[in-house]
């Protein structure tokens, strides 16, 4: 009786391990990427030590020899579910999460990087039509990404810098047909990642057909002013943020290819505490606005040259980043001419760029500091390995 009982558990154990071996060899493995990148940078006519001059852009704005990001990306891919763990270190890493409450408001230590998660998130497909995503993933507004290995730029454009980078919450793809999908999303406020501080949601959505997508975001960014917590006069919580997004791309021929991005962001003015009560401030909207083409020639299977023209406007002091006039106006032309060139998985890429604003927003090397001249031209040349 003994040995019978031995012999079922024996003949139970072997099924249940057969079955999970079967069950392991059909699963996808896990699989590990990422790239690493540093750079070169230098100002043409204007100074490169003691503050220098840099455009206002997100990345590529040191000076002489810096250090982008290693960029390490966990996944694995289920038939039924998956996740991705994408880390960064290093000062494009830092950047890239600025916006995390862990890094931003309970870190001391100036600079220091809190957390290291640039996405975090799991995903079920509930179907073959809806996909189900829930944790911490890079934006699905704008043209351009963090990571330098999926963009042919390595300077990033005006309207990636100050579009969100990253969302935390909810959010559902729905492949409506072959050729057009939807998507929703309940998330915290942008770039909050780890977890909600203010107390308000945004919502997201997009619409996509056949490699054109048409993006949406609205909520309060900041939540409301809380007057339990004695709020002072100079205290402003800002009023909900819309935001509508275009981007698209197609190929022109086997070696021709133009990419279009189209953004307007407005933010309505809030509430203030005027002593006694919150009220409700009165003005104009905030904002900025922008439109970017990206034209691409590949010459060789090695080598390919691009370029980015970005037109971008700041209205009603929506944004620090340029000179604006008396009415909190002004904008800038972004050109910038890319090559790139293919060594293996390493990618060599030189790059001119052209910063030219409306108002005095760069100083010269007669008065570095002063903000006395239209326009700055700068050099980089950037190495992107990717594996």
């Known amino acids: 009786m003994k040995n019978r ?3 079922s558990f024996m003949v139970f154990f072997l099924s249940i391990t057969l079955s999970l071996a079967q069950d392991d060899e059909e699963s996808s493995p896990v699989t590990i990427s990422g790239s690493i990148d540093a750079y070169f940078r230098a100002n043409l006519g204007s100074p490169n030590k003691f503050d220098p001059e840099a455009p206002g852009t997100s990345f590529a704005n040191r000076p002489g ?3 982008g990001m290693a960029n390490l990306v966990i996944a ?4 039924k579910a998956g996740f991705v763990a ?10 890239a999460v600025f916006g995390s409450p862990m890094n931003s408001v309970f870190n001391d230590a100036e600079g220091g990087s809190a957390q290291i998660v640039n996405q975090l998130y799991a995903y079920w497909n509930v179907s ?3 996909t189900l995503t829930l944790g911490n993933f890079n934006t699905f507004l704008g043209y351009e990404v963090i990571s330098p290995a999926s963009n042919f730029n390595y300077s990033t454009s005006y309207m990636f810098s100050y579009g969100p980078f990253s969302h ?5 793809d729905i492949a409506l047909s072959d050729d057009l999908s939807a998507m929703v999303a309940l998330m915290n406020p942008t770039d909050m990642t780890e977890f909600n501080l203010t107390g308000s949601y945004t919502v997201g959505a997009q619409l996509g057909y056949k490699g054109i997508y048409l993006n949406f975001l609205y909520g309060d960014q900041d939540g409301k002013l809380d007057e339990d917590f004695a709020p002072s006069t100079a205290d402003v919580s800002a009023g909900n943020t819309f935001q509508v997004d275009l981007t698209a791309g197609w190929d022109l021929s086997e070696t021709l290819y133009l990419g279009v991005n189209a ?3 407005t933010t309505s003015p809030g509430e203030g505490f005027d002593g006694t009560s919150i009220i409700d401030l009165d003005g104009d909207d905030a904002g900025f606005y922008g439109l970017a083409g990206y034209f691409q020639v590949a010459t060789s299977d090695v080598f390919s040259v691009g ?5 971008f406007n700041v209205f009603n002091n929506g944004l620090d980043v340029i000179g604006v006039d008396t009415d909190g106006d002004g904008s800038v032309i972004d050109i910038t001419l890319t090559g790139q060139y293919k060594v293996g998985d390493l990618t060599l890429i030189p790059e001119l760029r052209l910063d030219s604003t409306s108002e005095d927003s760069f100083s010269d090397n007669d008065s570095p500091g002063t903000p006395n001249t239209k326009s700055l031209s700068s050099f980089v040349l950037a190495a992107v390995y990717s594996f």
């Open 128 to 130: 073959d039509v809806v």
């Open 263 to 265: 953004t307007y962001n």
């Open 65 to 67: 020899f810096s250090l």
């Open 307 to 311: 370029t980015r023209v970005e037109y």
């Open 5 to 7: 009982y031995i012999l």
């Open 168 to 172: 935390t919450g909810l959010k559902a």
């Open 76 to 79: 694995k891919e289920g038939e």
């Open 86 to 95: 994408d880390l960064v270190f290093g000062p494009r890493g830092e950047d």
